[in-house]
């Protein structure tokens, strides 16, 4: 079973973010907290955080469980709360209104490597998805480990199945963050997604 910690400020958004999980018969709730500050027990695979409108998403808060993947609800974060919620290694933004199942979907997809979003959400992210114009495009290969990075692949994976070294996909990932001007992993894949390199 997925481990999922619930993290919401709110006590009545957490008593219900965790009833509403343990209805499904899907999850672990390992926990429930009002901040990443307050948890010490195991590592959740998934964190399930409560995101209020108009609050800014942490990295550092991001960065502090790098093995948990993030699924966030709220009632209406825009396209701009989205995308920042996506560069910041978010996986899965969610309408505040979302039914347990749907919830639960998109927490074992997070845990999977997946990104969820609403389909109007991705509608609005890629409005004018347009072919590759950069003043150095990206090499076949590139393009291939690129395509790798969407699906949460890590660098000794991709090594392993595109036969190269470790050391060979730091510099191809290097390289493709420095082509798209993307500041991590997720941003690339995101530009990339734009600019329609590569599709999900």
Known sequence: MTRVLVLAPSPVARAGLESLLRGTGTVDVIGSVANWAEYSGEDPDVVLADWENGDDLSIETVDGVPEAAW?????????????EALRSGVRAVL?????????????EAAAAGF??????????????PQPASLAEPLT????EVLGMLAEGQSNKSIAHRLGISEHTVKFHVTSIMGKLDAGSRTEAVTQGIRKGLIML
Not at 71 to 83: E, K, N, R
Not at 96 to 107: E, G, K, L, N, Y
Request: glycine content about 10%.
């Open 71 to 83: 699924v966030l609800v709220a009632d209406d974060p825009g396209l701009s709360g989205i995308a």
């Open 95 to 107: 309408p505040r209104h979302s039914s347990a199942s749907q919830i639960a979907a998109a927490i």
């Open 115 to 128: 990104v969820v979003l609403q389909p109007g959400d991705l509608d609005g992210l890629l409005v004018h």
């Open 140 to 143: 076949p290969r590139e393009v």
